[in-house]
T-cell receptor
Framework: NAGVTQTPKFQVLKTGQSMTLQCAQD?????MSWYRQDPGMGLRLIHY???????DQGEVPNGYNVSRSTTEDFPLRLLSAAPSQTSVYFC?????????????FGEGSRLTVL | RKEVEQDPGPFNVPEGATVAFNCTYS??????FFWYRQDCRKEPKLLMS???SGNEDGRFTAQLNRASQYISLLIRDSKLSDSATYLC??????????????FGRGTSLIVHP
């Protein structure tokens, strides 16, 4: 069982570059979300989606875009990377349409912006 | 007041000890809550889900205190392998019809020989 797959696992960017973090799940979950985790800050919600074609902002959406064209995929785009976006990014999905079920996380993507 | 607050610790305990963590929350619309465990540099994984006032699973007991708005996790007979960060997801509220899980900062537990 693949579960939630994130790529890449590690990435180094220069300030101003753009990139996309990929997230795919094979559990037919409607709810998907992106979090970032910084030391001492816990998990902070960036964007989330409750189904294909539906996305919304979380707590820290600035500098990130998302789209949900299929149930399986939920990519996170960094438009113009900044050092403040250096973080560990986790994608998570849930079977609950309202996110009340167990969250299944990907292994994380470690991003460094120089 | 922050939506979810946890004591970051670390809680440093010997093997065999009993340790308890609390997590206070400010939004109380939902019945369910969760505790996740996160090992160093790994993704969080579900430890316990609770759909009422409490749940017990082996050495772990989770409880909800609605009046005081906190949830707790009790670990009995601590093992070295229990060393991790414990994240709470308290009962949440609806936001435009959707409940969005909100995580606490996590409490670090270190169990030593």
């Amino acid at each position: 069982n693949a579960g939630v797959t994130q790529t890449p696992k590690f990435q180094v960017l220069k300030t101003g570059q753009s990139m996309t973090l990929q997230c795919a799940q094979d559990m037919n979950h409607e709810y998907m979300s992106w979090y970032r985790q910084d030391p001492g800050m816990g998990l902070r919600l960036i964007h989330y989606s409750v189904g294909a074609g539906i996305t919304d902002q979380g707590e820290v959406p600035n500098g990130y875009n998302v789209s949900r064209s299929t149930t399986e995929d939920f990519p996170l785009r960094l438009l113009s990377a900044a050092p403040s976006q250096t973080s560990v990014y986790f994608c998570a999905s849930s079977y609950g349409l309202d996110g009340t079920g167990e969250l299944f996380f990907g292994e994380g993507s470690r991003l460094t912006v120089l | 007041r922050k939506e979810v607050e946890q004591d970051p610790g670390p809680f440093n305990v010997p093997e065999g000890a009993t340790v308890a963590f609390n997590c206070t929350y400010s939004n109380s619309a939902s019945q369910s809550f969760f505790w996740y465990r996160q090992d160093c540099r790994k993704e969080p994984k579900l430890l316990m889900s609770v759909y009422s006032s409490g749940n017990e699973d082996g050495r772990f007991t989770a409880q909800l205190n609605r009046a005081s708005q906190y949830i707790s996790l009790l670990i009995r007979d601590s093992k070295l392998s229990d060393s991790a960060t414990y994240l709470c997801v308290p009962p949440g509220g609806a936001s435009g019809g959707s409940y969005i899980p909100t995580f606490g900062r996590g409490t670090s537990l270190i169990v030593h020989p």
